[in-house]
């Protein structure tokens, strides 16, 4: 399989709630990261994801979570969801720490109402 | 986080060369320049990197100031395709901190 498949594509949430998003990267790639982009912005990294541990993180809040299972597939989790969350949230996975590149995801488009 | 500079915008007209410039002049010897373009609605997707030397692939090629304190990235003839923002990232994963810091990157339009 290749390529790294994000879903869902769209979700619409209420502020205060949680949400799961999903990612699913090329067999093999044992680095994840997520990115949020908020519109006209450049992504903003989020957390990255090493053989299952997180090995770095970048400006966000606890309430941001991850995890990373062994087939190659890894979540994020926002909770208590505020309308700033708003946003394209992206995943990015590579075979070893981004030195030669990272493969993104279409990501998932978050609207908190 | 060592920062890029990049023009807002550039246009280019279709089957043209474009070079889309980027300055870093605090960049570290160990920082690897790295370039991501995002088209509409989809992911950012890797172009190209580097460290001294130029480099060529089959998207772009790559050319870093001999003092590495700017490059180049060089579509050599642009299709209505390329149209995308473009993003010159720095990239040290040795430094212990592995996230790719995006600014607002070149946002290229390609006419026909």
């Known amino acids: 399989e290749t390529g790294v498949t994000q879903s869902p594509t769209h979700l619409i949430k209420t502020r205060g709630q949680q949400v799961t998003l999903r990612c699913s990267s090329q067999?093999?790639?044992?680095?994840v990261s997520w990115y949020q982009q908020a519109l006209g912005q450049g992504p903003q990294f989020i957390f990255q994801?090493?053989?299952?541990?997180?090995?770095g993180r970048g400006n966000f809040p606890p309430r941001f979570s991850g995890l990373q299972f062994p087939n190659y597939s890894s979540e994020l989790n926002v909770n208590a969801l505020e309308l700033d969350d708003s946003a394209l949230y992206l995943c990015a996975s590579s075979p070893v720490v981004g030195a030669n590149g990272y493969t993104f995801g279409s990501g998932t488009r978050l609207t908190v109402v | 986080d060592a920062k890029t500079t990049q023009p807002n915008s550039m246009e280019s007209n279709e089957e043209e060369p474009v070079h889309l410039p980027c300055n870093h002049s605090?960049?570290?010897?160990?920082?690897?320049i790295h370039w991501y373009r995002q088209l509409p609605s989809q992911g950012p997707e890797y172009v190209i990197h580097?460290?001294?030397s130029n480099v060529n692939n089959r998207m772009a090629s790559l050319a870093i100031a001999e003092d590495r304190k700017s490059s180049t990235l060089i579509l050599h003839r642009a299709t209505l395709r390329d149209a995308a923002v473009y993003y010159c990232i720095l990239f040290n994963s040795g430094a212990g901190s592995y996230q790719l810091t995006f600014g607002k990157g070149t946002k290229l339009s390609v006419i026909p």
């Open positions: 994801y090493y053989r299952e541990e997180e090995n």
């Open positions: 067999s093999g790639h044992n680095t």
């Open positions: 605090t960049i570290s010897g160990t920082d690897y």
């Open positions: 580097g460290l001294t």
